[in-house]
C-alpha cells in the first residue's frame, strides 16, 4: 500500500526558507521509472505542479519559480524535501507530494498525500 | 508552457445526468493527459490516465476520450458521490500544467 504524507511549518514569515519534507512508504525512490512530485493549491484556485525527483535523481523544476525551488530525496529515509526560499504571501496554499509512475509512455501522479496548509504571513 | 483550457468552469446538474467536460491544451499533447477528482478538503484523485484509461478502482461511469488538443471526461450517469472539482493535467511536456478546473455542483 502506498502512501505519502507531507509535513513541514504552518506559518512562515515573508523571504524566509520553506521546507516541506514528503514521508512515503510502500515503494522505493531507487526503483526504476518512479518519481515524486509537488504541487501547491493557493486557497480556492487550481493545482500548480512545483517540481519533480526520478528515480535516478533527475530533477525538473516550475521554470517560473525555478530560481527559488530545491527538491532532493534520501532514498534510505524514504523522503522527498522541498524547499522554496524568499517565500511571499503567494506561496500561501496546500502543498501536496504526489508519488509518479510511468504509465503508457508517461508518468502518472497515482497517490498522494493528504496535503499540507502552509501560510505566508508577518 | 502548455496552457489548458477547460469548459464549463461551472455546471449544475442532477443526479443521474450525463455530463461531459472539456480540456483544451494550447500545443498537441498526444494522449498525455490525465484527469482528477477533488472533494473539498482533500487531495486529487487520479480518474483517468493516457487521456482514456480508466485508473484503477474508479467506477466505469466515468470515461476519457481524445488526443492531439481536445479532450473530453464524461460521466455517465452522476451520483451524489461525484459533485466535485475536476481538473486536467497534460504530462507531455515540462513544466507539467494543470487546467483551470470545473466545478460540478448539485441542481
Known amino acids: 500500500q502506498i502512501t505519502l504524507k507531507e509535513s513541514g511549518p504552518t506559518l512562515v514569515k515573508p523571504t524566509q526558507t520553506l521546507t516541506l519534507t514528503c514521508t512515503f512508504s510502500g515503494f522505493s525512490l531507487s526503483t526504476t521509472g518512479v518519481g515524486v512530485g509537488w504541487i501547491r493549491q493557493p486557497p480556492g484556485k487550481a493545482l500548480e505542479w512545483l517540481a519533480l525527483i526520478h528515480w535516478d535523481d533527475d530533477k525538473r523544476y516550475r521554470p517560473s519559480l525555478k530560481g527559488r525551488l530545491t527538491i532532493t530525496k534520501d532514498t534510505s529515509k524514504n523522503q522527498v524535501v522541498l524547499r522554496v526560499t524568499n517565500v511571499g504571501p503567494v506561496d500561501t496554499g496546500t502543498y501536496y507530494c504526489?508519488?509518479?509512475?510511468?504509465?503508457?509512455?508517461?508518468?502518472?501522479?497515482?497517490?498522494w498525500g493528504q496535503g499540507t496548509l502552509v501560510t505566508v504571513s508577518s | 508552457d502548455i496552457q489548458l483550457t477547460q469548459s464549463p468552469s461551472f455546471l449544475s446538474a442532477s443526479v443521474g445526468d450525463r455530463v461531459t467536460i472539456t480540456c483544451r491544451a494550447s500545443q498537441v499533447i498526444s494522449s498525455y493527459l490525465a484527469w482528477y477528482q477533488q472533494k473539498p478538503g482533500k487531495a486529487p484523485n487520479l480518474l483517468i490516465y493516457a487521456a482514456s484509461t480508466l485508473q484503477s478502482g474508479v467506477p466505469s461511469r466515468f470515461s476519457g476520450s481524445g488526443s492531439g488538443t481536445e479532450f473530453t471526461l464524461t460521466i455517465s450517469s452522476l451520483q451524489p458521490e461525484d459533485f466535485a472539482t475536476y481538473y486536467c493535467?497534460?504530462?507531455?511536456?515540462?513544466?507539467?500544467?494543470f487546467g483551470p478546473g470545473t466545478k460540478v455542483d448539485i441542481k
Open positions: 504526489a508519488h509518479r509512475r510511468i504509465i503508457a509512455g508517461a508518468g502518472y501522479f497515482e497517490y
Open positions: 493535467q497534460q504530462l507531455n511536456s515540462y513544466p507539467f500544467t
